[in-house]
């Protein structure tokens, strides 16, 4: 079943309504995977099974570890998104006129991507085993190449 839908994504991401969501269906696969290999299957299983319960901190850890997914998720689409070929995509809007837009360069989608990144992880934190830490802060990088 998964822990995030392409709904959740467009709507946290403000991507709009004509967002395909076979667009985003790969990109929330990666960000389900890594999030399987950080949090480990059986704590990931255990957060997935709070998804419909009435227990009000279960269901905190639940959303908490939604919205961690939903911004990883963004994370890996950033760079696909910024592509002429799939349509409107992430783009910078200039002015009031939202017919006036543009793609990010490569240097912009890089620090979206990486703010969608260290956001997810601010989210994930406390539900991360020891073992994942590098002292006091998550380092993204580490949780990266760790996770992988």
Known sequence: MGIISSEEVIN????GKE????????H?????IELRKILGSEKYSQIESYQSTLNETERRTF???RK?????AMAYAVHPLNINTQGGGIVKVKGWDKSKSELLNSSEA???SRYFRETA???L???VPPSFETGDDIDTDDFFMGAL
Do not use: C, R, S, W
Request: hydrophobic letters at 50%.
């Open 12 to 15: 946290e991401a403000n991507l």
């Open 19 to 26: 967002t395909d969501p076979l667009i985003l269906a790969p």
């Open 28 to 32: 929330i696969e990666a960000a389900e």
């Open 63 to 65: 959303n908490e570890v």
């Open 68 to 72: 961690g997914a939903v911004y990883l």
């Open 110 to 112: 890089d620090e979206m």
């Open 121 to 123: 992880m601010l989210f």
């Open 125 to 127: 934190k406390p539900y």
